[in-house]
């Protein structure tokens, strides 16, 4: 059976900006990762204050990722809070789940 899911996604334009000063990282090439079928997705209940947010480790086809995102409802949107490169530990954590 197959699914076809249609996912969009939103940030703060300023916010995006700024993350691509600090890390180097678009939003836009986070968004990739999203389609990697070997991402990890976490809760963070540290930072879930306000809302659900979840870190997603996967490849952006470029480079392995971290995202912190929150999904919006109603509509389920993922909104992309911040992205980042993966550090060593997050991209040991990330190969060793893909052999799994």
């Known amino acids: 059976m197959v699914y076809t899911i249609n996912v969009r996604f939103e940030w703060d334009g300023k916010k995006a900006e700024r993350n691509a000063l600090k890390h180097g990282i678009t939003f836009e090439l986070a968004a990739f990762a999203f389609d990697d079928p070997f991402a990890l ?20 086809g470029e ?38």
């Not at 809302?51 to 952006?60: A, M, N, P, T, Y």
């Not at 509509?75 to 893909?98: F, T």
Request: glycine share 4%; aromatic share 6%.
């Open 63 to 100: 480079k392995v990722l971290v995202v912190v995102f929150t999904m919006r409802p109603p509509d389920g949107n993922i909104r992309v809070v911040s992205a980042r490169r993966a550090n060593r530990r997050e991209r040991r954590i990330y190969e060793e789940s893909k052999r799994l």
């Open 41 to 60: 997705v976490v809760d963070d209940e540290k930072h879930s204050v306000h809302e659900r947010r979840h870190w997603l480790i996967g490849d952006s």
